[in-house]
């Protein structure tokens, strides 16, 4: 997968790769974007996110405390919206210890992670969780999801060795204080998947659908291209896009006609699902007496 805009990490080349990300951002300067996804090995329940925020924060925090992470993706672009470079940070994994479900392993494989690999030569958590806590990615960054509850839960999993709040409420405390600004793509964007959507608008994939690498680097292109099109972002527009923790704006908001913008994706997507849980069946077998005792 490597390559000049798509670099992947495992435990030998990690120092090499780390300190190259680090001149990344100090090469983006202040106000840089930070776009981030992640894989993990399993989900508790896969249609949560159509209970209400708190259950749904629940269920995530519940597979975030059960499930490991397996990539972290980080793809970096400047204020100007220039995409730089993309990293794959690939974790230490052994399919003999660690908790999965059945059908992400299927799923991950056919995207062509290497299990084994991952138990031989992954990163350290402990490790990467040091190198990113004395980073300057939380210094001035602005962070970008596509659907990213999961992969922000796991990046404050990844960044402390304890579990999760059990409220929401401290949880989005924990996260401002750590991701001030964030904009999530989902919001403007409720229908299609990324891949579909980046099609549609004409963004070309570098490396492979559903690795962290790959789908970080496609929402930071593709928030580029719909938010500026022929030209410079400007960060402090947020008529597209909602920009939590930026208070830059002066203007007056008008009163409310309809569901808040940070909710449309969420109702627009609730029109097509019925709500469902994920059978026990395809759970992996070292995963079942855990969720059995949570659930």
């Given amino acids: 997968m490597t390559s000049h805009r798509l670099r992947d990490v495992w435990a030998g080349n990690l120092q090499r790769e780390f300190l190259a990300f680090q001149n990344t951002l100090r090469l983006a300067g202040k106000g840089a974007f930070v776009a981030i996804d992640t894989e993990f090995s399993g989900v508790l329940q896969e249609d949560a996110w159509k209970k209400s925020s708190d259950l749904h924060y629940l269920a995530m925090r519940e597979s975030v405390d059960v499930f490991r992470p397996l990539q972290l993706g980080l793809a970096i672009g400047s204020q100007q919206g220039q995409s730089l470079v993309a990293w794959n940070f690939n974790l230490r994994f052994d399919l003999q210890e660690d908790l999965y479900t059945d059908s992400a392993v299927q799923f991950l494989s056919g995207a062509g992670l290497d299990f084994q690999r991952h138990a031989t030569e992954g990163i350290d958590c402990g490790l990467l969780r040091a190198l990113l806590g004395g980073s300057e990615l939380f210094a001035q960054s602005s962070w970008l999801t596509f659907a990213g509850s999961y992969d922000l839960g796991y990046l404050l999993r990844l960044l402390s060795p304890s579990p999760l709040p059990a409220a929401l409420e401290n949880f989005e405390a924990l996260l401002d204080a750590r991701c001030a600004a964030r904009v999530e793509l989902r919001d403007a964007l409720p229908f299609g998947s990324l891949a579909s959507l980046a099609e549609e608008h004409g963004v070309l994939r ?26 410079e972002v400007d960060v402090n527009d947020a008529s597209e896009f909602k920009r939590k923790g930026d208070c830059t704006t002066n203007s007056t908001p008008s009163a409310p006609t309809g569901p808040a913008r940070s909710s449309w994706g969420k109702a627009a997507r609730l029109e097509m699902y019925s709500s469902a849980f994920v059978p026990s069946s395809l759970w992996g077998v070292a995963a079942r007496s855990v969720a059995d005792a949570r659930l």
Avoid: E, I, V, Y
């Fill in 206 to 231: 570098r490396g492979c659908a559903h690795t962290a690498g790959s789908d970080a680097l496609l929402t930071l292109d593709l928030f580029f291209r719909m938010k500026a099109p022929a030209g």
